[in-house]
């Protein structure tokens, strides 16, 4: 089998990744938890700091993209490389249900980007002139968007990919 060699050729270096991806996904997951709560609390006992349209996006949306989701993603890498590692192992829950971690943050990217869209007439009618608004869209704009598409594509590629790979998986284990 060459996904056999090729894993037991790297199993140092896998160990290692999996070892790395499990300790900061729990740690991104652990301040992500925090973020959260303390997003919420300076709602409750400070609802003057955010408008009611800022809500979402502030309390909820920003913790959960900017570190809960990167600490769940890696922890469904960390899981997918021991599940690899271990070839008698079975998927966890975490690994079965990581392709809806990778849904999830595309989600959560795409609500971003509403609430990107919604504050860009601030971001246009801050334009001196013709070269300041061209500086501006090839400088701040045109990367602002396109980063959330590619994060987007990126957790929808990662979805569709765990899912054939450990459909993939399971059905060379069963035929040994």
Known sequence: MEWQKLIRGNERW????CALA???GWILVFFGVFDLAGGVYMK???PTLHTPGMFLEVVIVMPLARVLLPGMIALVVGAFLQYLLNPDARPG????HGDKIFYFAAA???V???GMLTNMPAVYAQFDGFMDAMYKVAAVVIPEILRPFAQILIAVGLAQGLRR???AIQDSKTLV
């Open 108 to 110: 959560i990217y795409l």
């Open 165 to 167: 790979m450990l459909a």
């Open 112 to 114: 971003r980007f509403g």
């Open 93 to 96: 829950l975490l690994l079965t």
């Open 14 to 17: 896998l160990a290692t990744y």
């Open 22 to 24: 499990k300790f900061i």
């Open 44 to 46: 409750i006992f400070h």
